[in-house]
């Protein structure tokens, strides 16, 4: 449902992405590496917030490679940043409402879907997401992105800096997400362990290259030490 080939891409004249080629299908695609291995640079590069230096992406059979950020969110795929995730000064119910901007069904039908997921989202709507805990802040900013109907989402270490059982909590639901809407998931985590555990396959990120692609249960510790260079 996605590809990548021989993508590089970086900022200005340094090049980060130094072309990777990789399918993700119908799963849970973890992009692991250690910190400035090139994660969020991948995927923002996969949102078309960075440009391509060279390669090509495909997305839902047709090829996106000069298809802008804004037409690739409109075809079904969502982007939650590892920062800046939410709009602040507005509440959590406005901030929602901007992901239903793109998408087929009723806004109600959407929204009652989020509020399953996150049960602490109704209690939160007319608060400013800026005053929200960093789990809950996490919760919006994926249920915007859900509010969009994506056919890929991409989750940019969304249990960073969350208190343990926030993690423990947010990986279930990223696991429900993909089992129950058919949304495939690219999940670049930091969090190794907790991660294979949920994901299908795993890439292991290192310096910009991709050291391993293998099913999450074959990764082990000495891949992850490798890949990690620790
Ligand atoms: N805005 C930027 N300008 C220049 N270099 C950047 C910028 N953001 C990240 N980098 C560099 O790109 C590399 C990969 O960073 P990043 O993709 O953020 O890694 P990760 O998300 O795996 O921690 C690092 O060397 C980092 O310093
Ligand atoms: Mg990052």
Known sequence: M??????????????????LTFNVEDEIFAVLGANGAGKSTLLKTIAKLLPLMTGSLAFDGGDVTHVPAYELATEGLAFVPQEHNVF?????AENLSLGSLIGKRTKEERLEEVYDLFPVIPDRLHQKAGTLSGGETQMVAIGRALMQEPKLLLLDEPTAGLAPL????LF????EIHETKGVSVILAEQNAVKTLAISNRAMILSLGEIFTIDDSENVNLDMLKEGYQI
């Open 2 to 19: 996605f590809k990548a080939e021989d993508i590089r891409s970086g900022y200005g004249e340094v090049v980060v992405l130094q072309g």
């Open 88 to 92: 602040p000064d507005l509440t959590v």
């Open 172 to 175: 279930a639901k990223i696991k």
């Open 166 to 169: 926030y993690v423990d909590n």
